[in-house]
């Protein structure tokens, strides 16, 4: 386990293998770390697949209205949904998206984020100031790095659990 600096701006996402601790950065992208924490705090990821995920460059989830399915049929409608509140403008910085970076998840329109985001698994420079990082993988990046490849996959791995350090 991490050692947790502040716990009220840490998530702690279960996943099959493990815990994997996330630190927020609240004074880089303040909205999307509020909307997560909020959306986790409701238990609105719990249970939500992993419904892209590319070997070499990162794992999409947080469909929090159709990341929960259980059927086939429906699992390959993730990825298309958000949350019930409004999309988050853009928070562009200068964090770079480096290996267990949290991104933003969005449409072509840079102010669509939602509830959705990616957990790079190597640097993806390319992707830097087009999309929101707002986290880091802390530890548990081995668990992240286990998850189930596919677009989607046949049998998707889910965030078993999504908590803020500071309610646990």
Do not use: W
Request: aromatic fraction near 6%; include cysteine; hydrophobic fraction near 40%.
């Amino acid at each position: 386990m991490a050692d947790i600096k502040d716990p009220e701006n840490t998530i702690i996402m279960t996943l099959k293998d493990g815990d994997v601790t996330i630190e927020l950065l609240p004074d880089v992208a303040p909205a999307h770390v509020a909307r997560m924490k909020e959306l986790a705090r409701a238990g609105k990821y719990d249970n939500v697949c992993f419904h892209r995920v590319i070997d070499g460059f990162m794992a999409q989830t947080g469909d929090v209205a159709n990341g929960n399915m259980e059927d086939n049929f429906n699992i390959g409608r993730a990825g298309t949904g958000g949350s019930d509140m409004p999309d988050l403008p853009a928070e562009f910085s200068k964090i770079p998206h480096a290996r267990g970076s949290i991104g933003a998840a969005r449409s072509q329109n840079p102010n669509s984020a939602n509830s959705q985001f990616f957990i790079n698994f190597k640097d993806n420079d390319f992707l830097n100031g087009q999309y929101t990082v707002y986290g880091q993988v802390v530890s548990g990046m081995e668990h992240v790095d286990a998850i189930m490849r596919g677009e989607p996959p046949m049998n998707p791995d889910r965030m078993i659990s999504v908590k803020v350090a500071a309610d646990v």
